[in-house]
Structures are given as structure tokens and as C-alpha cells.
């Protein structure tokens, strides 16, 4: 097995890339970048990446895209192992959350260097020199007292993001196994749990916890909903979404997973809950309209893996607009709601500031929120060039892994919201396409 702590393919580096030209294009928007400004939670993990081939997933009774299925621990301890023992399998620092963090502060680009005190690390530079680097993300987690979570967290501070983590003894950092089919691409995840599961809340919401200065300190707290598959953890996530409503900072949320949402009503209910006090939301659509149905129609049954026949989620004829159109609905007044369908369009739908009307339903027949949907292509050619002027989408060629794809895209999305950019502009979109853009054409979720 390969550990992997940087992102490279060919002679084609992330860092060649010119991930802050997006945002660099306003250059009145020159709002200035902090430590610590976007605090990232969710679970660790050690990723262990494989290129197998469909007969090595019908073999382990598993699907293309597929990820969140219920697994007996054996069956997973079977799927982790066979991806262990290849000696072509890659292991690297992982987790939704963490792998946004690395993805975020990639995008920043040239905006997270700086010339004051305000630095946490000396980078190289193209021409040799010396630059200094802000830590723009903190990320908050549970590892073990094992060498994994050692890695992940020299992982993260080789990418410029500070590790704030748990350490919990007795029992091993977490593991997903990621299989990746040889033509497709589109990966498959099987996770064991670990360590994440076991963080304290007080770990986050103790006033002289290190982690709790960080949410002090920062401008954007965000979660990813695996956090709320416990009564315990959710109290972490709740405690930041209401510091964050009562402090006038942002809280932004990912689903994170539909066969979660659909699979526990508590779970269901828990991430309905944090909806009033969210500034941001980001989705797949799958994820999208199986949080919208249950919405819609406070049915138990939208497990999107388990349906059949005539059940809720397969006979909805909820299309992405409505869906996105429902969940904004439910958040804060001026939030927004992202949501990426793989190769189609990304939905962008913003709740209006001010709560106007666009009068009656016909459905209902009441009074419905004022929902603005923009809808954009993913175009990465005119803006992805490289440092030598070559367009990126030939030096990098076609999608070879669809791994943290969802994650880099919410990593550039919100370098854009640090970099001054509204919630729903174009410029976000399109920051988080372009890091997209670069993940999917690169092995393995590192940044």
C-alpha cells in the first residue's frame, strides 16, 4: 500500500494550478484573509483507495456510485481488508470535512499568502521565494491514539489546515475503503467506524477547549451531517449551529449522505432541526430530494437504497428545482441552498432576505417564500490554464476518480464566500467547479 500526501498525476501538480483565478478576477473584492477563519467538523478517517474492476465489485456485492449502504462489521472488515492487501491500493488522509478543508484552502490560492505576522507556515514559492501561508481552515474531529490518526493529521498541516482532534483511546481512527471502477470512475465507499464516533461534545462546546476558541474566532463553522447519526455528536452540531445563529456567523451544512437521510427518521429530524439556523447548504441531488420529500410529505420511508415498488422516493416525480426550491424554503432568510448533479447543472437556490411573497400556492393554496433558482453549466476550459498557459482540461486529461468531487467542490465554493463573494454568486459556483473540476481528473481525494 502507497501513502499519499500529495495530489499529483504525470508531472502536473495541484499547486501548479491557478486555483485563485476566479477569484482574483474582481479586483475590488480584496477582502482580506484570516487565520482560522472557517471552522470544518465531521469524522476523520483514513481513506484506501483501489482501481478495481466490476467483476471485484459483484464479487463483493457491491455497486458502481454507490455509499452510506448498512453493512454487518464482518462484511466490512472483509471489503477493508481485500483493499489493504493490494499492492496497488492508496492510502491517504480523508473525510468529508477534511478533505473540503485541504480543498478550501487550495482554492484560496495567492489570497491566503500574506507579508504580516498573521502566518502559520513557510510554502515555496514558483520563483524560490520564501511565501508566508494563513491557515484559513481549522477542522474538528475524533482520531485514535494510533498511527492513522498521526497521519491525518500531518496530512492536514502539510496542506496549511490545523488539526483540532479528539484523541481517543482504546480504539483505531476510522477507515474507508474507496473502490473505483476501472472505466467509470464513479466510486463506491465502505466505511468502518472508528474514533469519529466517539467525540465528546464537550470536546466542542467547553469554554476552555482549544476547539471552542477556534469557533470563537472563526466566520464560517460547518458541519457535515455523518455528525448527526448520534444523539451525542449532534449536540456538538446543534451547540455550533446555535453559536453560530446567536453570534451572527455562518452555519453551513452538508447532507452529506441520502441513504442516511432517508434510511433514520432521527437522523431525518435532527438535520430538519438545524435548517432554521443554516446560512448555507450544500447537496447532491439525490441527498436534495430525499430531505425534500421527507419535508414534503413527512413520510418514514425514503431510503433511496431500500425503495421499491410504490414506495415515496420512487414514485416522486420531484424534479431538482422543486426539491432545492422546498429545502431553501426552510432556511434563514438570505440562505442559500447549492446543489451539484454530477455532469448536469448546479442548482443555486436563495431564499429572499426580506420574506417576500410570491403570493398563493396553487398546491396549497397558502402563502409560499420567495425562492430565487439560478441554474449553471460546469465550464472549467476558459478559466482552468496553467501556470505555463496550456489549458488544464488537456494536461489533465478525462475523470478517472469521482472521489471527493462533492467535497472539493464545497471547499471552493466556500473560498469564495471567504474571499468576499455572496452565497449564491456566480463566482462561487464557479470556484467550486473548477476544484471539482481538478478532483475528478486526479487518484485519490488529496490535496
Request: with cysteine.
Amino acid at each position: 500500500m502507497t501513502w499519499v500526501t500529495a495530489r499529483s498525476q504525470g508531472t502536473f501538480r495541484m499547486a501548479d494550478a491557478k486555483g485563485d483565478n476566479l477569484l482574483n478576477r474582481n479586483k475590488n473584492r480584496k477582502k482580506k484573509i484570516k487565520t482560522g477563519t472557517v471552522v470544518l467538523a465531521g469524522n476523520p478517517m483514513l481513506d484506501l483507495s483501489l482501481s478495481v474492476s466490476p467483476k471485484t465489485l459483484e464479487d463483493l456485492n457491491l455497486s458502481e456510485g454507490e455509499a452510506g449502504r448498512s453493512f454487518s462489521e464482518d462484511a466490512r472488515t472483509r471489503i477493508i481488508e481485500t483493499v489493504k492487501q493490494s499492492p496497488t491500493s492508496v492510502s491517504s488522509a480523508g473525510g468529508s470535512a477534511a478533505n473540503t478543508a485541504m480543498a478550501l484552502q487550495w482554492a484560496l490560492g495567492d489570497r491566503a499568502r500574506c507579508g504580516d505576522g498573521d502566518t502559520a507556515s513557510h510554502n515555496a514559492t514558483g520563483d524560490g521565494a520564501s511565501a508566508s501561508i494563513i491557515k484559513a481552515c481549522v477542522c474538528i474531529g475524533a482520531v485514535g491514539e494510533d498511527e492513522a490518526g498521526r497521519r491525518l493529521e500531518c496530512a492536514l498541516r502539510k496542506a496549511n489546515v490545523r488539526p483540532l482532534f479528539q484523541r481517543v483511546r482504546g480504539t483505531l481512527t476510522g477507515q474507508c475503503a474507496i473502490l473505483v471502477p476501472e472505466e467509470s470512475g464513479d466510486r463506491c465507499l465502505v466505511a468502518q467506524r472508528g474514533a469519529y464516533r466517539h467525540l465528546d461534545p464537550k470536546f466542542v462546546t467547553s469554554p476552555n477547549s482549544p476547539a471552542h476558541k477556534a469557533i470563537e474566532d472563526a466566520e464560517i463553522l460547518y458541519c457535515t451531517s455523518f455528525l448527526t447519526s448520534t444523539e451525542k455528536r449532534f449536540k456538538a452540531v446543534e451547540y455550533m449551529a446555535s453559536y453560530a445563529h446567536e453570534t451572527g456567523k455562518v452555519f453551513a451544512l452538508n447532507l452529506s449522505c441520502a441513504s442516511m437521510l432517508g434510511g433514520s427518521v432521527d437522523i431525518r429530524e435532527r438535520v430538519i432541526s438545524l435548517l432554521p439556523r443554516t446560512s448555507l447548504l450544500f447537496s447532491n441531488e439525490l441527498e436534495a430530494k430525499t430531505l425534500a420529500l421527507a419535508l414534503k410529505s413527512n413520510t418514514k420511508n425514503v431510503d433511496p437504497h431500500k425503495a421499491k415498488g410504490n414506495s415515496p422516493i420512487c414514485s416522486c416525480s420531484m424534479t431538482a428545482k422543486e426539491a432545492a426550491r422546498t429545502i431553501a424554503t426552510h432556511l434563514l432568510p438570505g440562505a442559500t441552498a447549492a446543489i451539484t448533479r454530477g455532469a448536469k447543472t448546479t442548482l443555486v437556490a436563495t431564499r429572499s432576505p426580506m420574506n417576500m411573497r410570491r403570493g398563493l400556492s396553487e398546491e396549497k393554496g397558502t402563502e409560499e417564500e420567495a425562492i430565487a433558482i439560478k441554474e449553471h453549466a460546469i465550464y472549467v476550459g476558459e478559466h482552468a490554464q496553467l501556470d505555463d498557459g496550456s489549458d488544464l482540461n488537456n494536461k489533465l486529461g478525462p475523470v478517472v476518480d469521482t472521489n471527493g468531487a462533492g467535497d472539493a467542490f464545497v471547499g471552493g465554493y466556500l473560498a469564495a464566500v471567504v474571499a468576499g463573494y455572496p452565497f449564491d454568486s456566480t463566482q462561487a459556483v464557479e470556484s467550486g467547479h473548477f476544484a471539482a473540476g481538478i478532483a475528478v481528473r486526479c487518484r485519490g481525494a488529496v490535496w
